[in-house]
């Protein structure tokens, strides 16, 4: 069962519903729909629960780039050689079609990017990305 741990600004979004998907990176053993999943927050070792047990209803892959592009791969037509390549950065030889993301305001704000005006929630976003991860970053994408 997957465990997610959240921080402190996004639970408010978790907890309601409306925040409903989450971006990590790749995992040894990938997440697979069906699926039950636990989201947390707090502490190591003395997490606190926000939901216990909600399938996971889909997953994909996500490449973010630093010209702000962002693209969706379906995982569940790849293979593990694929799933690995994936993994390693080799998203731009997958054989599998690639799915930009054209409303990148509208992916960001249900991701829990929540600035007071929802047309800037991509930019934020983005800023988070670059300060919290390397790009090109490379991972999946969890629906619930």
Same mark, same amino acid.
């Given at each position: ?13 978790? =907890? ?6 989450? $971006?990590?990176?790749? !995992?040894?053993?990938?997440? *697979? &729909?069906?699926? @039950? ?45 694929? =799933? ?6 080799? $998203?731009?030889?997958? !054989?599998?079609?690639?799915? *930009? &993301?054209?409303? @990148? ?40």
């Amino acid at each position: 069962m997957p465990l997610y741990t959240f921080q402190e600004r996004f639970v408010p979004f978790v =907890r309601e519903g409306s925040k409903r998907q989450t $971006i990590r990176k790749f !995992r040894k053993y990938p997440v *697979r &729909i069906g699926q @039950p999943m636990v989201a947390v927050t707090g502490p190591r070792f003395k997490p606190i629960k926000i939901i216990e047990s909600t399938p996971i209803v889909d997953v994909k892959a996500i490449a973010i780039f630093s010209n702000g592009s962002m693209f969706l791969i379906d995982t569940n037509w790849l293979t593990e050689l694929e =799933r690995h390549e994936i993994s390693t950065g080799g $998203i731009k030889y997958c !054989r599998h079609p690639k799915q *930009r &993301i054209h409303l @990148p305001n509208n992916f960001a704000w249900a991701d829990g990017f929540r600035p007071t005006n929802p047309k800037q929630a991509y930019s934020v976003m983005r800023k988070w990305w670059k300060q919290t991860h390397e790009l090109p970053f490379i991972g999946f994408v969890t629906y619930w």
